[in-house]
């Protein structure tokens, strides 16, 4: 699976929308983009994945470059509940497991 | 999105004992489930993949005499850590991969702390 490369921290005003980036410049046409959290002491939660066309759900919306080797997440109305760590996690299709790097601690502040 | 529940959520038990936590999908039949460590303020790592009747592949370094798993059912993965030490004193999490209807995602479970004395 490609490697991907995250900010280790970023602070966002309660309200305001954050931008999460992830650099992912050895991904392969197979490769999806999946983003993840953890909020501490828990197990992660998932919040989108994509290929190449944006997407859109409840959460949040993923931003896919053209060139798809970089993506950003985007959480429109940042909350206190959503301080945590974000993966940004590239996989194939199949059955394996997924490779977790160190991630981007978002500290919403109020 | 899809339930995957853990049991115990926290485990203490002494040098030398076995412990097995429980992963189960509550709203989808998993015939993949994974298995996580989490040491503090490290990210996790894969330690297997459990296929639902057939033997477990572990990762590369991941002692499979040690960490029993057994998938017996679509909805019930377990972990049996044997002879447990401190070293291996660690936030476990399991995760479901959901095929349904066009799905493929992971959905994970809220992790097992597991305290070695």
């Known amino acids: 699976d490609a490697k991907t490369t995250q900010p280790p921290s970023m602070d966002c005003a309660e309200g305001r929308a954050a931008n999460l980036p992830c650099n992912h410049s050895t991904i392969s046409g197979n490769e999806y983009v999946y983003w993840y959290r953890q909020i501490h002491s828990q197990g992660p939660q998932y919040i989108i994945h994509g290929l190449k066309n944006n997407e859109t759900n409840e959460m949040a919306s993923l931003i896919i470059t053209e060139d798809r080797k970089s993506s950003t997440l985007i959480l429109p109305h940042a909350t206190l509940r959503d301080t945590a760590v974000y993966y940004c996690i590239v996989k194939g299709g199949g059955a394996d497991g997924l490779t977790f790097g160190k991630g981007t601690h978002l500290i919403i502040q109020p | 999105g899809a339930v995957v529940s853990q049991h115990p959520s926290w485990v203490i038990c002494k040098s030398g004992t076995s412990v097995k936590i429980e992963c189960r999908s509550l709203?989808?039949?998993?015939?993949?489930m994974f298995w996580y460590r989490q040491f503090p303020k490290q990210s996790l790592m894969l330690m297997a993949t459990s296929n639902e009747g057939s033997k477990a592949t572990y990762e590369q370094g991941v002692e499979k005499d040690k960490f029993l798993i057994n998938h017996a059912s679509l909805t019930l993965s377990t972990l049996t850590v044997t002879s447990a030490h401190p070293e291996d004193s660690s936030f476990y999490i399991c995760s479901a991969r959901d095929m349904g209807e066009g799905l493929d995602e992971q959905f994970f479970g809220p992790g097992t702390r597991l305290t070695v004395l």
């Open positions: 709203d989808f039949q998993a015939t993949t």
